[in-house]
């Protein structure tokens, strides 16, 4: 365990985009032989779009990279965090480490980002997407990740986590991207089984529907059971008879275009056709 945590703090820049870019391959060709959808669109152009996201997204990533450091040294150092409260064995640390991180890192900032309303104009950007593949994954306004990292590094600082207990959780969330948002004919039965401990294809898939309430479920992002014990989990009787995308850019001039996707988030808010913000509603059943 000692090595693992050792060679992911210093972990190389190859490895990280050859999990990154690998995983991409991977999956682009196992959509192709086991697809869920049969999109019809031009598979190559939908990929570097989601590509330039992603470029967007490794720019930011490396100009906050410094906060994230000095956020991890000084909290473990000092001994500040949740990991110090109790003297724990190093698996454990690294157990505790990643779920705390996955929690307060990646699942509440995704709720939070559905709960508040500009949060939610920079990631419609990501629920814009109509064809839901691996690329999907990267799409992400260069504003949004900049609060995700915001969170992160604010997680980073209530955990106390080394840096190798950092980057071994975020690589772990580079692969889960890949994985769910990949377009897999996954068997229900053990897509199910799954979907109890980790995040799944089908699970994900459920919210990246097009309208609310289904929206607004499974924000998890590596584990499933934060969204079962909040109250947040939602599964559908058929996954193929989702709709991607977001009810209120469904136009391909609008969620297909670069300039228009930088854009949205300064542009007038538009109510979804389902409602959103303060409203209960009962999660309906896509047959």
């Given amino acids: 365990m000692e090595a693992l945590i050792n060679f992911f703090e210093h972990v190389p820049t190859s490895f990280r985009t050859g999990l990154l870019l690998g995983g991409i391959v991977f999956f682009w060709v196992l959509e192709g032989v086991l697809p869920l959808f049969k999109f019809k669109y031009k598979k190559f152009r939908h990929g570097a779009l989601n590509m330039f996201f992603n470029l967007t997204t490794a720019i930011v990533g490396f100009g906050l990279a410094g906060a994230l450091l000095w956020a991890s040294t000084f909290t473990y150092s000092n001994k500040i965090g949740l990991l110090h409260v109790i003297d724990l064995p190093l698996w454990a640390q690294v157990v505790v480490g990643i779920l705390l991180l996955d929690l307060i890192g990646a699942y509440f900032i995704h709720w939070l980002e559905h709960k508040v309303k500009w949060m939610w104009k920079f990631h419609l950007v990501h629920h814009s997407d109509t064809t839901i593949d691996v690329t999907s994954g990267l799409r992400h306004h260069p504003g949004e990740t900049v609060f995700r ?5 604010c997680a980073v600082m209530i955990v106390g986590a080394p840096m190798g207990i950092v980057m071994l959780y975020q690589s772990l969330s580079v692969l889960f991207a890949h994985i769910t948002h990949a377009n897999l004919n996954m068997p229900p039965r053990i897509d199910k089984i799954l979907s109890y401990v980790f995040i799944t294809p089908n699970m994900h898939k459920v919210h990246h529907h097009y309208q609310q309430p289904l929206t607004d479920t499974n924000y998890g992002n590596i584990f499933a059971f934060w969204d079962r014990i909040f109250g947040t989990f939602a599964e559908v009787e058929n996954t193929k008879g989702l709709i ?42 896509v047959r």
């Fill in 244 to 285: 991607y995308g977001i009810d209120t850019h469904m136009d391909p001039k609008e969620n297909d275009n670069i300039g228009n996707l930088l854009a949205i988030p300064f542009q007038k808010y538009r109510v979804p056709q389902s409602s959103k913000f303060g409203q209960k509603k009962e999660v309906e059943k």
């Fill in 149 to 153: 990292i915001f969170f992160t590094i």
